[in-house]
């Protein structure tokens, strides 16, 4: 298959949602390169995780972003670049890909650049409240520096990974449902969109070359994964054959704690504000700038709630 396909670049790979691109992409056959950063020598797990890629074919780059060389080089090797780092709210990663973007620029052969991005549309986002809003606001910036640069691209808007949101019924900083007792957000009923982790790598690296996501924002949208949060507790309590006490969390009571919060969990709290108060992801996708992920791929088979919530009975 190598010499056919695009060659993949994936920058981020030992990271939470990378790992799974780079499972998507060894899947679908492409030429899988990954930029490991020296760091990772001293952390034996994801040292592990990169040979364990390596033994099923991916190649190994040493390299980082703040590296412009080492990141050159990269880039002379591959056809598409995809970048899954991350950023919180002291180390700013996602700005980082500018200097991708420049050297990408400089390169000058890419044919399609997928930013870091993986969650709610940062181009929708421009109201978010503080301190959530940083993370759009940098997303954003990436964008302009990519679209000036006459970069081809294509946005991914995730939305809401399984793992952090319907694992647990969307309990902040919980990852397992619960079984006695659950926090509804308002009255429960804003339309969420719930994807599987994997599911979000194969998207994505089915997107990476197809002309439909060319310079356009890809909005995965498992059609029956679209459901509020009182209809995923639904799901959980026929799984579980329980029903669960419930209390209505107002949106005065959601946002009247944060500032005594820690910095990460206000950022979290914000973010669950604006999907669950303000329902966020509730939107109709505009073409032609937008496309749905269900319009695409309508045989895509892919993980649905109900499938998910299961593995915790
Ligand atoms: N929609 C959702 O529910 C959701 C949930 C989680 C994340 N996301 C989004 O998904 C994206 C990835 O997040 P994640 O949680 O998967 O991230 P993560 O687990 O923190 O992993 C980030 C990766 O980026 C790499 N990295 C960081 N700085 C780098 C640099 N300067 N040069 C090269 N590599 C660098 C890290 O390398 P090392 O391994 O060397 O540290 C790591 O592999 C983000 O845009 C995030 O906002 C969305």
């Known amino acids: 298959m190598e010499g056919t396909k695009d060659r993949v670049l994936i920058i981020g790979a030992t990271g939470y949602l990378g790992r799974r691109f780079v499972k998507a992409s060894l899947a679908l056959g492409y030429p899988t390169y990954l930029l490991y950063r020296p760091e990772v020598a001293s952390d034996a797990e994801k040292v592990q995780m990169l040979i364990g890629f390596k033994m099923q074919g991916a190649h190994l780059l040493e390299g980082s972003l703040g590296n412009h060389e080492s990141m050159v080089s990269a880039l002379k090797q591959v056809d598409v670049v995809v970048s899954v780092v991350a950023g919180n709210h002291l180390r700013h990663a996602i700005l980082e890909q500018i200097k ?9 052969t890419i044919k399609r650049f997928i930013p870091s991005e993986f969650g709610m549309d940062p181009g929708r986002m421009k109201h978010a409240i503080d301190p959530g809003a940083y993370v759009f606001k940098d997303k954003r910036i990436v964008r302009e520096a990519i679209e000036k640069a006459g970069i081809p691209y294509t946005y991914i808007s995730a939305n809401c990974c399984a793992g952090y949101f319907l694992s647990a019924l969307a309990q902040i900083l919980n990852f397992m449902p619960p079984r006695d007792h659950v926090l509804i957000y308002g009255d429960g009923s ?3 969109i719930w994807v599987d ?3 979000i790598g194969m998207y ?5 070359n197809d002309p439909r996501t060319l310079n356009k924002s890809l909005y995965l949208r498992p059609r029956g994964n679209i459901l509020t949060q009182i209809e995923v507790v639904q799901l959980w309590e026929k799984l579980i054959g329980k029903e669960l006490k419930k209390t209505f969390v107002s949106e005065e009571e959601w946002l009247g704690n944060m500032d005594k919060m820690a910095a990460p969990m206000q950022i979290g709290v914000a973010h669950f504000y604006q999907i669950f108060y303000r329902g966020d992801l509730d ?10 992920s269900q319009d695409l791929w309508p045989d895509y088979k892919y993980v649905t709630a109900e499938e998910y919530l299961k593995r915790y009975v």
């Open 100 to 108: 991708l973007v420049n050297a990408i620029k400089e390169v000058g």
């Open 190 to 192: 804003k339309k969420c």
């Open 197 to 199: 982790e994997d599911d």
């Open 204 to 208: 994505t690296m089915m997107a990476i």
């Open 283 to 292: 939107f109709e996708v505009e073409s032609p700038d937008g496309v749905d």
